[in-house]
């Protein structure tokens, strides 16, 4: 008696023992293939493998995206129309126009100093514990040493910050995209100075300027919108911790004036 895979052959013919499961259905087959020594399989038409599988596309009765802009930031300050018109009015607008409010702890403080200045020196930001007077603490005694140091009395010099509130961290270049130069700039016209000396050279984006392109040493600039000629060097902070940077401050002075 012949076996058989699934059926039983005796002399009288074929006995059916049981069907063929789904399993030993494609064993079989795989099993006639490969006694016919076919053991791959081919295609006419060549196929990148490597190929990246086509974006599925949207159906066209799905709704398509709502795209919705994000709201403008107001520009700083306002309507430059409705900036004051002389110093003497820019002090209290400084202090407490409610367009031109900017991150920061602490009050809004305050320039000091007189129209027409012989030197105007614009710091970021007014430091952490001033009050009614910019640069009240170690920041302002550095700059009063440089004022004496330079041969300019104090009341002869105009303080500014660019900034009305202490703030340790600004983004200057988005602080520029939102016009804060322009409202520099306009501070630095209307105090009409005969110099202006610039202490941190990331404020460089208000003036139109990379701080990267700053180098090493002070250096005098044309400022973007200033015609006032100008020195652009290390802020207070950094004046105040590194020796070296007082040093560099000092010889570009000195290159920047002639030496008077």
Known sequence: MLAARGNV??????????PLTLAEQIAAAQDWWRDAGVDAV???EPRNWLERPAEPQPS????????????????????????????????AWWVSDE??????????????????????????????????RLLSGPQGRLVGNMLKAMGIAEDAAYLASALPRHSRH??????????????????????????LLVLGRAMLPLFGHDPAQAGAKPRELSLEGCEVPALVSYGPEGLLDTPRFRAALWRGWLDWTGGV
Do not use: N
Request: hydrophobic share 45%.
């Open 99 to 132: 367009a031109f409010e900017t991150v920061g702890t602490g009050p809004r403080v305050p320039p000091r100093g007189v129209a027409s200045a012989e030197l105007m020196v614009l710091v970021p930001t007014p430091e952490e514990a001033d009050a009614d």
């Open 60 to 91: 066209a009765a799905l709704p398509t995206a709502i795209k919705v802009d994000a709201p403008a930031v107001p520009p700083l300050g306002g309507d430059s129309a409705a900036w004051p018109q002389s110093l003497a009015d820019f002090a």
């Open 42 to 44: 081919f295609a006419d």
């Open 170 to 195: 600004s983004d200057w270049h988005a602080l520029a995209a939102r016009g804060l130069g322009k409202i520099v700039i306009y501070h630095v016209r209307l105090v009409q100075p005969k110099r």
């Open 9 to 18: 052959k005796t002399c009288h013919g074929t006995m059916d023992k049981r």
